[in-house]
């Protein structure tokens, strides 16, 4: 495979451009200088068959800036001084270092806008002739179009490698995908088209997907979504602590000054809303045929929480932000219903959830003195960096069937045995960036069993993983955080993590019938080999030949690596 990537210049000192120095690009400020290649972004440019010589190529197309927004609030003040406070929360704060030197004036915004450079695949060019084109158009949804610099009195920053900008003609360009087009030797042979709900007072939604193969478009599938909730606009600080919509937001709710008592109450503005968390999502697919099928959400919830090494079981079921799915309801083209299936996310006989709430609710405030009499405030609370991903991971889920039969599936999670642990030599804790990294094993599938309607344990599989393995020698990632003369170190292993092994156990009435698997795979992570164990005790293997291992060199589908 190989790689490209965009590049700039980066500007030595990017503090040139703050807004509240007041110096711009384009204003006749203090110019800039330019002092290092930075890449942007890395593409995919082509994978190359080896044996052959042949490349797929892969072209991408500049869409010009794009900028998303966040709203923020911070501020400190004294306990027992309430008019110390200061809260920035409003996107134009003004304050003065010193009040006697109006000198010392700025102006500080709780609305930023964080600019990229937009890139999006337009072609992939195949060695037979093939060619799949993506064609994009500037969309009309809420923002597109919008003023970059400075709109609604929003501070900006530029990311990555995005240094000089037209302050005052740079627009957002939010991009939609109209087309994938597929020839063949520089003949059309299929075109699949893309259709949106377009409202520059609304996001961008989905509608419909139709084919077109000769002259006649078709329809594939439509979409609808739970349009009865309306999402606020992008950079709401009416979210949880999780970042899902929940209608409250405290500065438009409670008065100023902010004293700490108010603060203390920041954290009930911030709890999940079960009626909001759904606003606007998918909730029903239409086949071409009439018929369609209904997705049902439920809030997200958990029975555990976890820290850094250290595992709590609440005894009970707490929400959390955010929905997952509850059941899947399949429809005739007659509107008659004619399948179910239902999800549920609880712990072996048991109504607790098996979810563990792998973000916990933030810390918004911190005393910082040795008195305690000081208090920091951040609307982005102050959870150590390990604390990332989906904020409730599950380790056990259940497909009910129409026949009320069950699939129940087992997965790595945090609580059995899986959580990120703390530094293995640590002088203090201030590294909260420090921690052993399990995330690349969590997830796994561990096991499934199928029971009957009746209850009955028909089968089981059991899966097992590289990192299950003693015998096998990881890549090791160590790191080593220093602070004058304290310090932290971390070993992280690092494993593919490919399935090694299977058990599969067949029961009835009187016995059960057990059957393995085991596998082994090459240099270039493809699977080699596969042995399996009969429940009769036949032993067989399975070998995989791959192309590049063949030295024929003929026209023939296998010597060319197809």
């Known amino acids: 495979m190989e790689f490209s990537r965009s590049s700039h210049l980066m500007s030595q000192n990017i503090a040139e451009y703050s807004p509240i120095g007041g110096v711009y690009p384009g204003s006749g400020g203090t110019s800039t200088i330019y002092v290092n290649t930075v890449p942007h972004t890395w593409h995919l440019s082509r994978i190359e068959n080896l044996k052959t010589g042949s490349s797929v190529l892969f072209e991408y197309k500049n869409d010009g800036i794009e900028f998303y927004k966040t709203n923020q609030a911070w501020g400190h003040g004294q ?33 930023s806008k964080v600019f990229t450079k937009k890139w999006s695949l337009s072609k992939i060019v195949f060695p037979n002739g093939v060619i799949i084109k993506f064609v994009s158009s500037l969309s009309n949804q809420l923002s597109t179009n919008e003023s970059a610099w400075h709109s609604e009195g929003a501070s900006f920053y530029l990311y990555e490698d995005l240094i000089k900008v037209d302050s005052y003609n740079t627009r957002n360009n939010l991009m939609q995908l109209d087309k994938i087009l597929i020839s063949y030797k520089e003949v059309d042979q299929k075109e699949i088209k893309f259709d949106y709900t377009l409202s520059n007072s609304g996001r961008l939604q989905l509608r419909r997907i139709q084919g077109k193969a000769g002259t006649d478009y078709h329809n594939l599938d439509s979409f609808s979504y739970n349009n009865m909730i309306t999402l606020p606009s992008y950079g709401s600080r009416m979210i949880d602590h999780w970042g899902y919509f929940n209608n409250k937001d405290f500065f438009s709710s409670v008065g100023s000054p902010f004293s700490y008592s108010k603060m203390l109450n920041y954290s009930t503005f911030r709890e999940p809303e079960s009626n909001t968390s759904s606003a606007e999502i998918l909730n029903r697919i239409i086949y071409p045929t009439g018929g369609y099928v209904d997705i049902e959400y439920e809030p997200h919830n958990y029975s555990i929480t976890r820290g850094l090494g250290s595992i709590a079981n609440l005894q009970s079921n707490e929400n959390a932000g955010g929905v997952r799915i509850k059941a899947l309801k399949k429809y005739a083209e007659s509107g008659i219903l004619s399948s179910e299936t239902k999800y549920e996310y609880k712990r072996d006989n048991s109504n607790l959830s098996s979810g563990v709430l792998a973000i916990p609710r933030p810390n918004y405030i911190e005393l910082n003195n040795l008195n305690n009499d000081y208090f920091t405030f951040m609307s982005e609370g102050f959870n150590p960096t390990n604390y990332k991903g989906g904020n409730v991971t599950y380790s056990s889920v259940s497909i009910i069937t129409d026949n009320n039969g069950k699939i129940i599936q087992k997965f790595t999670n945090y609580d059995n045995g899986f959580n990120d642990l703390s530094p293995i030599n640590s002088t203090s804790t201030q590294f909260t960036a420090a921690f052993k990294n399990n995330m690349l094993k969590r997830g796994r599938l561990l096991s499934l069993q199928n029971i009957s309607e009746s209850s009955f344990l028909i089968s089981k599989d059991s899966f097992f993983y590289e990192h299950d393995s003693n015998l096998l020698q990881p890549d090791q990632v160590r790191s080593l955080y220093l602070n004058g003369s304290s310090h932290a170190s971390v070993i992280d292993d690092v494993f593919h993590d490919r399935i090694t092994g299977k058990q599969t156990i067949n029961f009835n009435n009187e016995s059960s019938l057990v059957s393995q698997s ?20 036949e032993k067989i293997v399975k070998q995989f030949k791959y192309a590049h291992e063949y030295s024929s060199t003929g026209l023939d589908r296998e010597s060319r690596g197809i």
């Open 518 to 537: 085991s596998y082994s795979y090459e240099s270039f992570g493809n699977i080699k080999e596969q042995t399996i164990y009969t429940s009769k005790n």
């Open 79 to 111: 306990i027992s001084n309430q008019a110390s406070t200061v809260m920035i929360y409003t996107n134009n704060h003004i304050g003065y270092s010193n009040p006697d030197e109006i000198s010392t004036l700025y102006r500080l915004s709780a609305l």
